[in-house]
Protein backbone atom coordinates (compact mmCIF):
# COMPACT_ATOMS: atom_id res chain seq x y z
CA UNK A 1 0.00 0.00 0.00
CA UNK A 2 1.51 3.49 -0.65
CA UNK A 3 0.28 6.90 0.62
CA UNK A 4 -0.79 9.52 -1.63
CA UNK A 5 -0.81 12.55 0.60
CA UNK A 6 -2.65 15.42 -1.24
CA UNK A 7 -2.92 18.91 -0.58
CA UNK A 8 -6.10 20.89 -1.34
CA UNK A 9 -5.57 24.64 -2.39
CA UNK A 10 -8.23 26.41 -2.68
CA UNK A 11 -11.99 25.90 -1.09
CA UNK A 12 -14.43 26.87 -2.97
CA UNK A 13 -16.81 24.75 -5.31
CA UNK A 14 -14.18 22.65 -6.96
CA UNK A 15 -12.11 21.93 -4.05
CA UNK A 16 -15.29 20.30 -2.40
CA UNK A 17 -15.96 18.47 -5.70
CA UNK A 18 -12.52 17.27 -5.89
CA UNK A 19 -12.36 16.42 -1.87
CA UNK A 20 -15.17 14.41 -2.48
CA UNK A 21 -13.48 12.30 -5.02
CA UNK A 22 -10.43 11.99 -3.18
CA UNK A 23 -12.47 10.85 0.07
CA UNK A 24 -14.71 8.02 -2.04
CA UNK A 25 -11.14 6.61 -4.42
CA UNK A 26 -10.53 4.29 -2.11
CA UNK A 27 -14.21 3.05 -1.25
CA UNK A 28 -14.92 2.67 -5.35
CA UNK A 29 -11.97 1.80 -6.86
CA UNK A 30 -9.18 -0.84 -6.79
CA UNK A 31 -6.11 1.02 -6.87
CA UNK A 32 -3.05 0.36 -4.77
CA UNK A 33 -2.71 4.21 -3.27
CA UNK A 34 -4.86 5.15 -0.32
CA UNK A 35 -5.13 8.79 -0.27
CA UNK A 36 -4.54 10.75 2.64
CA UNK A 37 -5.95 14.22 3.32
CA UNK A 38 -3.07 15.87 4.61
CA UNK A 39 -3.52 19.47 4.58
CA UNK A 40 -6.25 22.16 3.01
CA UNK A 41 -4.39 25.58 2.14
CA UNK A 42 -6.05 28.74 1.88
CA UNK A 43 -4.66 32.78 2.54
CA UNK A 44 -7.81 32.99 5.01
CA UNK A 45 -7.30 31.07 8.31
CA UNK A 46 -10.59 30.55 9.28
CA UNK A 47 -11.86 29.52 5.96
CA UNK A 48 -9.07 27.49 5.58
CA UNK A 49 -9.73 25.70 8.61
CA UNK A 50 -13.58 25.20 8.43
CA UNK A 51 -12.72 23.29 5.04
CA UNK A 52 -10.48 21.32 6.53
CA UNK A 53 -13.10 20.33 9.14
CA UNK A 54 -15.57 19.59 7.16
CA UNK A 55 -13.98 17.74 4.57
CA UNK A 56 -11.11 16.09 6.99
CA UNK A 57 -8.23 17.41 5.94
CA UNK A 58 -5.17 16.68 8.57
CA UNK A 59 -3.73 20.32 9.27
CA UNK A 60 -4.00 24.10 7.55
CA UNK A 61 -1.70 26.47 6.19
CA UNK A 62 -2.24 29.73 5.06
CA UNK A 63 1.03 30.06 2.56
CA UNK A 64 0.80 27.63 -0.63
CA UNK A 65 4.89 28.08 -0.66
CA UNK A 66 5.02 25.62 2.87
CA UNK A 67 2.45 23.73 1.32
CA UNK A 68 4.75 22.76 -2.42
CA UNK A 69 7.94 22.52 -0.28
CA UNK A 70 6.76 19.96 2.47
CA UNK A 71 8.22 16.93 2.57
CA UNK A 72 4.83 15.36 3.60
CA UNK A 73 2.78 16.20 0.95
CA UNK A 74 2.85 14.34 -2.97
CA UNK A 75 0.02 16.10 -4.91
CA UNK A 76 -0.89 19.48 -5.26
CA UNK A 77 -4.19 20.04 -6.26
CA UNK A 78 -5.18 23.32 -7.40
CA UNK A 79 -8.23 25.07 -7.05
CA UNK A 80 -7.43 28.40 -7.16
CA UNK A 81 -8.89 31.35 -9.38
CA UNK A 82 -6.94 30.82 -12.87
CA UNK A 83 -4.68 33.71 -12.37
CA UNK A 84 -2.84 31.39 -10.03
CA UNK A 85 -2.27 27.89 -11.66
CA UNK A 86 0.95 28.79 -13.12
CA UNK A 87 2.58 29.94 -10.55
CA UNK A 88 1.74 27.36 -7.92
CA UNK A 89 2.24 24.27 -10.97
CA UNK A 90 5.38 25.29 -12.00
CA UNK A 91 6.58 25.89 -7.99
CA UNK A 92 4.86 22.36 -7.54
CA UNK A 93 6.64 20.80 -11.14
CA UNK A 94 10.33 22.01 -9.43
CA UNK A 95 9.57 20.42 -6.17
CA UNK A 96 9.14 17.29 -7.72
CA UNK A 97 5.19 16.70 -6.42
CA UNK A 98 2.36 15.46 -8.79
CA UNK A 99 -0.07 18.10 -9.94
CA UNK A 100 -3.72 18.16 -10.99
CA UNK A 101 -5.03 21.44 -11.78
CA UNK A 102 -8.55 22.84 -12.07
CA UNK A 103 -9.45 23.82 -15.45
CA UNK A 104 -8.46 25.88 -17.56
CA UNK A 105 -4.32 25.39 -17.58
CA UNK A 106 -4.29 28.85 -17.04
CA UNK A 107 -5.78 32.01 -18.27
CA UNK A 108 -3.22 32.39 -21.98
CA UNK A 109 -1.33 30.19 -23.77
CA UNK A 110 1.87 32.18 -22.91
CA UNK A 111 1.30 31.32 -19.18
CA UNK A 112 0.13 27.73 -20.11
CA UNK A 113 3.36 27.18 -22.07
CA UNK A 114 5.91 27.40 -19.15
CA UNK A 115 3.28 24.60 -16.95
CA UNK A 116 4.12 21.86 -19.55
CA UNK A 117 7.67 22.93 -19.83
CA UNK A 118 7.70 22.63 -16.24
CA UNK A 119 6.19 19.50 -15.73
CA UNK A 120 8.31 17.78 -18.81
CA UNK A 121 11.42 19.28 -17.14
CA UNK A 122 10.83 17.44 -13.63
CA UNK A 123 8.76 14.43 -15.21
CA UNK A 124 5.78 14.56 -12.30
CA UNK A 125 2.72 12.93 -13.45
CA UNK A 126 -0.33 15.52 -14.18
CA UNK A 127 -3.55 15.89 -15.00
CA UNK A 128 -6.18 18.99 -15.86
CA UNK A 129 -9.85 18.08 -14.75
CA UNK A 130 -11.68 17.92 -17.74
CA UNK A 131 -14.29 16.21 -15.37
CA UNK A 132 -16.52 15.73 -18.47
CA UNK A 133 -14.66 13.15 -20.31
CA UNK A 134 -15.43 10.84 -17.07
CA UNK A 135 -19.36 11.15 -17.53
CA UNK A 136 -20.09 7.68 -18.44
CA UNK A 137 -22.52 8.58 -21.05
CA UNK A 138 -19.75 10.76 -23.07
CA UNK A 139 -16.62 8.18 -22.50
CA UNK A 140 -19.43 5.46 -23.68
CA UNK A 141 -19.54 8.20 -27.16
CA UNK A 142 -15.75 8.33 -27.40
CA UNK A 143 -15.96 4.24 -27.65
CA UNK A 144 -18.52 3.89 -30.27
CA UNK A 145 -16.95 6.47 -32.09
CA UNK A 146 -13.55 4.52 -31.89
CA UNK A 147 -15.75 1.43 -32.80
CA UNK A 148 -16.29 3.23 -35.75
CA UNK A 149 -19.82 3.13 -35.57
CA UNK A 150 -20.07 7.03 -36.83
CA UNK A 151 -18.42 6.49 -39.69
CA UNK A 152 -17.38 9.68 -41.12
CA UNK A 153 -18.20 13.00 -39.06
CA UNK A 154 -19.73 15.65 -40.97
CA UNK A 155 -20.79 17.90 -37.49
CA UNK A 156 -20.08 18.16 -34.30
CA UNK A 157 -22.30 21.00 -32.35
CA UNK A 158 -22.11 21.77 -28.64
CA UNK A 159 -23.32 24.38 -26.05
CA UNK A 160 -22.88 25.62 -22.36
CA UNK A 161 -25.70 27.96 -21.61
CA UNK A 162 -26.32 29.60 -18.21
CA UNK A 163 -28.22 32.73 -16.45
CA UNK A 164 -26.52 33.31 -13.59
CA UNK A 165 -24.85 36.77 -14.53
CA UNK A 166 -28.02 38.36 -16.18
CA UNK A 167 -28.36 41.17 -13.18
CA UNK A 168 -26.38 44.48 -14.17
CA UNK A 169 -26.15 43.73 -10.07
CA UNK A 170 -23.71 40.78 -9.68
CA UNK A 171 -20.13 42.34 -8.89
CA UNK A 172 -17.16 41.34 -10.62
CA UNK A 173 -13.99 39.90 -8.64
CA UNK A 174 -13.52 37.95 -4.87
CA UNK A 175 -13.69 34.74 -3.95
CA UNK A 176 -17.13 33.72 -4.93
CA UNK A 177 -17.15 35.89 -8.36
CA UNK A 178 -13.39 36.23 -9.64
CA UNK A 179 -14.90 34.30 -12.87
CA UNK A 180 -16.02 37.79 -13.50
CA UNK A 181 -12.71 39.53 -13.53
CA UNK A 182 -10.82 39.23 -16.61
CA UNK A 183 -7.01 39.73 -14.62
CA UNK A 184 -8.40 36.44 -12.00
CA UNK A 185 -10.00 34.42 -14.79
CA UNK A 186 -8.64 35.60 -17.98
CA UNK A 187 -11.66 35.26 -20.01
CA UNK A 188 -15.18 34.48 -19.58
CA UNK A 189 -17.30 32.08 -20.94
CA UNK A 190 -14.64 30.52 -23.63
CA UNK A 191 -12.27 29.57 -21.05
CA UNK A 192 -14.99 28.66 -18.12
CA UNK A 193 -17.61 27.09 -19.98
CA UNK A 194 -16.20 26.59 -23.80
CA UNK A 195 -13.27 24.72 -21.95
CA UNK A 196 -14.93 21.75 -21.64
CA UNK A 197 -16.76 21.75 -24.97
CA UNK A 198 -13.34 21.92 -26.54
CA UNK A 199 -11.78 19.37 -24.38
CA UNK A 200 -14.60 16.98 -25.08
CA UNK A 201 -14.93 17.75 -28.50
CA UNK A 202 -11.62 17.32 -29.49
CA UNK A 203 -11.01 14.18 -27.60
CA UNK A 204 -13.83 12.92 -29.43
CA UNK A 205 -13.35 14.18 -32.35
CA UNK A 206 -9.77 15.09 -33.00
CA UNK A 207 -7.93 18.51 -33.67
CA UNK A 208 -9.81 21.81 -34.22
CA UNK A 209 -7.55 23.74 -36.99
CA UNK A 210 -9.56 27.24 -37.35
CA UNK A 211 -12.18 29.66 -35.61
CA UNK A 212 -14.21 31.87 -36.52
CA UNK A 213 -16.09 33.72 -33.24
CA UNK A 214 -18.49 36.49 -32.03
CA UNK A 215 -17.70 37.58 -28.42
CA UNK A 216 -20.39 39.61 -26.79
CA UNK A 217 -20.10 41.19 -22.94
CA UNK A 218 -23.29 42.68 -22.54
CA UNK A 219 -23.08 44.30 -19.08
CA UNK A 220 -19.90 46.50 -20.09
CA UNK A 221 -19.47 47.69 -15.78
CA UNK A 222 -19.89 46.11 -12.72
CA UNK A 223 -19.07 46.72 -9.56
CA UNK A 224 -15.86 45.17 -8.01
CA UNK A 225 -16.23 43.00 -5.24
CA UNK A 226 -12.67 44.06 -3.86
CA UNK A 227 -12.35 47.85 -4.51
CA UNK A 228 -15.99 48.66 -4.57
CA UNK A 229 -15.51 50.52 -7.84
CA UNK A 230 -17.51 50.20 -10.53
CA UNK A 231 -15.03 49.23 -13.04
CA UNK A 232 -15.27 47.86 -17.02
CA UNK A 233 -16.43 44.18 -17.92
CA UNK A 234 -13.45 42.51 -19.49
CA UNK A 235 -14.76 39.19 -19.88
CA UNK A 236 -17.11 37.47 -22.81
CA UNK A 237 -20.30 37.14 -21.17
CA UNK A 238 -21.33 35.01 -24.40
CA UNK A 239 -19.02 33.45 -27.38
CA UNK A 240 -20.18 31.50 -30.49
CA UNK A 241 -17.60 30.45 -32.89
CA UNK A 242 -17.68 28.14 -35.91
CA UNK A 243 -15.11 25.88 -36.62
CA UNK A 244 -13.10 23.28 -38.53
CA UNK A 245 -11.80 19.67 -37.70
CA UNK A 246 -8.92 17.84 -38.91
CA UNK A 247 -11.04 15.03 -40.33
CA UNK A 248 -12.67 17.32 -42.36
CA UNK A 249 -16.30 18.17 -40.00
CA UNK A 250 -17.69 21.40 -38.81
CA UNK A 251 -18.01 22.93 -35.77
CA UNK A 252 -20.51 24.63 -34.12
CA UNK A 253 -19.97 26.00 -30.24
CA UNK A 254 -22.37 28.15 -28.61
CA UNK A 255 -21.44 29.65 -24.79
CA UNK A 256 -23.59 31.86 -22.46
CA UNK A 257 -24.11 32.95 -18.97
CA UNK A 258 -27.42 35.02 -20.50
CA UNK A 259 -29.43 32.18 -21.86
CA UNK A 260 -32.81 32.94 -19.12
CA UNK A 261 -34.38 29.21 -17.80
CA UNK A 262 -30.90 27.32 -18.34
CA UNK A 263 -28.20 26.46 -15.40
CA UNK A 264 -25.36 23.85 -16.77
CA UNK A 265 -27.32 22.92 -20.42
CA UNK A 266 -24.22 21.60 -21.76
CA UNK A 267 -24.85 19.58 -25.02
CA UNK A 268 -23.25 17.90 -27.76
CA UNK A 269 -24.38 16.01 -30.95
CA UNK A 270 -22.06 14.59 -33.85
CA UNK A 271 -23.01 13.38 -37.31
CA UNK A 272 -21.49 10.82 -39.19
CA UNK A 273 -22.26 9.09 -42.27
CA UNK A 274 -23.40 5.76 -40.43
CA UNK A 275 -24.87 7.25 -37.23
CA UNK A 276 -24.92 9.86 -34.92
CA UNK A 277 -24.76 10.43 -31.23
CA UNK A 278 -26.49 13.33 -29.05
CA UNK A 279 -25.87 14.16 -25.62
CA UNK A 280 -27.68 16.49 -22.36
CA UNK A 281 -26.01 16.79 -19.33
CA UNK A 282 -29.38 17.35 -17.72
CA UNK A 283 -30.06 13.78 -18.77
CA UNK A 284 -26.30 12.94 -17.96
CA UNK A 285 -27.35 9.14 -17.73
CA UNK A 286 -28.22 8.94 -21.15
CA UNK A 287 -26.46 8.84 -24.23
CA UNK A 288 -28.81 9.13 -27.79
CA UNK A 289 -27.48 7.14 -30.85
CA UNK A 290 -29.15 6.86 -34.34
CA UNK A 291 -27.23 4.03 -35.91
CA UNK A 292 -28.09 4.05 -39.86
CA UNK A 293 -26.72 0.49 -40.32
CA UNK A 294 -29.81 -1.22 -39.02
CA UNK A 295 -32.54 -2.76 -41.13
CA UNK A 296 -34.69 0.51 -42.66
CA UNK A 297 -37.71 -0.41 -41.44
CA UNK A 298 -36.33 -0.27 -37.83
CA UNK A 299 -34.27 3.07 -37.97
CA UNK A 300 -34.33 5.36 -35.52
CA UNK A 301 -32.89 7.00 -32.15
CA UNK A 302 -32.35 4.77 -29.44
CA UNK A 303 -31.85 5.85 -25.87
CA UNK A 304 -28.82 4.38 -24.28
CA UNK A 305 -28.87 4.28 -20.16
CA UNK A 306 -25.70 4.32 -19.54
CA UNK A 307 -26.33 2.24 -16.01
CA UNK A 308 -25.02 -1.45 -17.08
CA UNK A 309 -22.07 -2.94 -16.13
CA UNK A 310 -20.39 -2.93 -19.03
CA UNK A 311 -20.60 0.75 -19.45
CA UNK A 312 -17.62 2.76 -18.70
CA UNK A 313 -16.90 2.90 -15.15
CA UNK A 314 -20.35 1.79 -13.65
CA UNK A 315 -19.00 -2.07 -12.58
CA UNK A 316 -17.65 -0.08 -9.55
CA UNK A 317 -20.99 1.63 -8.56
CA UNK A 318 -24.51 0.08 -8.29
CA UNK A 319 -26.45 -2.54 -10.09
CA UNK A 320 -27.89 -1.87 -13.84
CA UNK A 321 -30.55 0.62 -14.01
CA UNK A 322 -28.90 3.01 -10.86
CA UNK A 323 -27.39 6.40 -11.89
CA UNK A 324 -24.32 8.48 -10.67
CA UNK A 325 -24.06 11.78 -10.61
CA UNK A 326 -21.85 14.99 -11.28
CA UNK A 327 -19.70 14.23 -8.66
CA UNK A 328 -18.81 11.19 -9.74
CA UNK A 329 -17.46 12.48 -13.12
CA UNK A 330 -14.44 14.02 -10.65
CA UNK A 331 -14.28 10.55 -8.81
CA UNK A 332 -13.78 8.90 -12.39
CA UNK A 333 -11.33 11.25 -13.24
CA UNK A 334 -8.77 10.39 -10.03
CA UNK A 335 -9.43 6.77 -10.09
CA UNK A 336 -7.80 7.22 -13.88
CA UNK A 337 -5.27 9.47 -12.37
CA UNK A 338 -4.52 7.24 -10.28
CA UNK A 339 -4.39 3.79 -12.48
CA UNK A 340 -2.33 5.85 -14.68
CA UNK A 341 0.07 6.19 -12.03
CA UNK A 342 -0.05 2.05 -11.15
CA UNK A 343 0.18 0.89 -14.75
CA UNK A 344 2.81 3.39 -16.10
CA UNK A 345 -0.08 4.53 -18.83
CA UNK A 346 -0.31 8.31 -17.64
CA UNK A 347 -4.24 9.73 -17.96
CA UNK A 348 -5.45 12.21 -19.90
CA UNK A 349 -6.05 15.68 -20.44
CA UNK A 350 -2.26 16.19 -18.88
CA UNK A 351 -1.04 19.76 -19.22
CA UNK A 352 0.33 18.79 -22.74
CA UNK A 353 -3.30 18.10 -23.73
CA UNK A 354 -4.56 21.08 -22.27
CA UNK A 355 -2.40 23.20 -23.70
CA UNK A 356 -3.97 22.19 -27.12
CA UNK A 357 -7.82 23.73 -25.68
CA UNK A 358 -5.99 26.77 -24.08
CA UNK A 359 -5.07 27.08 -27.59
CA UNK A 360 -8.29 27.13 -29.32
CA UNK A 361 -9.90 29.38 -26.59
CA UNK A 362 -6.66 31.76 -27.64
CA UNK A 363 -7.91 31.68 -30.97
CA UNK A 364 -11.99 31.92 -30.51
CA UNK A 365 -11.08 35.28 -28.35
CA UNK A 366 -8.87 36.60 -31.34
CA UNK A 367 -11.16 36.03 -33.78
CA UNK A 368 -14.21 37.67 -31.28
CA UNK A 369 -11.70 40.63 -31.27
CA UNK A 370 -10.92 40.83 -34.98
CA UNK A 371 -13.69 39.06 -36.89
CA UNK A 372 -10.92 37.01 -38.73
CA UNK A 373 -10.66 33.38 -39.00
CA UNK A 374 -7.78 32.27 -36.56
CA UNK A 375 -5.55 29.05 -37.18
CA UNK A 376 -5.62 26.87 -33.91
CA UNK A 377 -1.82 25.93 -34.03
CA UNK A 378 -3.13 22.74 -32.12
CA UNK A 379 -0.74 19.43 -32.23
CA UNK A 380 -2.66 16.76 -31.22
C1 LIG B 1 -19.22 27.96 -13.75
O1 LIG B 1 -20.51 28.25 -13.30
C2 LIG B 1 -18.93 26.48 -13.65
O2 LIG B 1 -18.92 26.15 -12.30
C3 LIG B 1 -17.57 26.15 -14.26
O3 LIG B 1 -16.52 26.84 -13.62
C4 LIG B 1 -17.37 24.66 -14.22
O4 LIG B 1 -16.14 24.29 -14.78
C5 LIG B 1 -18.52 24.00 -14.95
O5 LIG B 1 -18.36 22.61 -14.96
C6 LIG B 1 -19.84 24.36 -14.35
O6 LIG B 1 -19.94 25.76 -14.33
Known amino acids: MKQLRVAMIGYG ?12 LNDFFPVEHRIVLEVACARNEEKAKAFAAQWGYARV ?21 NDTHAEIAIAAAAAGKMILCEKPLARTVA ?11 SGVPNMVWFNYRRVPAITLAKQLIDEGRIGKPYHFRANFLQDWTISPD ?20 TGDLLAHNIDCAMWLNGPITRVTARTETFVKERM ?21 FANGSLGLFESTRYARGHKALKTFELNGSDGSLAFNLEEMEYLDFFEYANDSHLRGWRRIHVTNGEHPYMNRYWVPGL ?3 YEHSFLNALAD ?6 SGNPAQPDFQNALQTQKVCEAVLESGRTGQWVATGVTL
Open 13 to 24: FMGRAHSNAYKR
Open 61 to 81: ETDWRKVVADPNVDLIDICTP
Open 111 to 121: ESQPMVDAVAK
Open 170 to 189: VPQGGAALWRLDVNAAGSGV
Open 224 to 244: HALTGKVEPVGIDDACLFLCE
Open 323 to 325: VIG
Open 337 to 342: FVMGLE
